[in-house]
């Protein structure tokens, strides 16, 4: 089955998703952008996010991956997400399947 690949402007996903992507990417997200070309060809920077239905590109540029963590209270002084935030957000998704092992393998890199 191939997902769809949606991409949407961050300020335009759900807060559902939000806290989902800071479970996925719980030490920044400049790290983890990637280049991808829009229909006209125009090229973009964007967040991969791969849920159970979609494959989502959140799109972003590095600078807006810095301010968005900095500007984030769930995100500490370094960068990276707040240990009671991750344990609440983890209890409140604990039934979102394709968390489960973004959170068994979280080696995610600074930045």
Avoid: C, W
């Avoid at 967040?47 to 995100?75: C, G, N, R, Y």
């Avoid at 009671?84 to 998704?93: L, N």
Wanted: glycine share 6%.
């Amino acid at each position: 089955m191939n997902k769809p690949r949606i991409i949407r402007d961050y300020t335009k996903v759900s807060e559902e998703i939000k806290e989902q992507i800071k479970l996925v990417y719980p030490r920044g997200f400049k790290q983890h952008l990637i280049s991808f070309s829009g229909q006209n060809g125009t090229k973009y920077t964007g967040l991969p996010l791969e849920t159970e239905e979609s494959f989502l590109i959140i799109k972003m540029s590095k600078v807006d991956a810095i301010a968005i963590v900095q500007k984030d209270d769930d995100f500490d002084d370094d960068g990276i997400l707040k240990e009671e935030i991750k344990s609440d957000y983890e209890d409140k998704y604990e039934d979102v399947e394709y968390l489960s092992e973004h959170n068994e393998n979280d080696d995610n890199d600074l930045g």
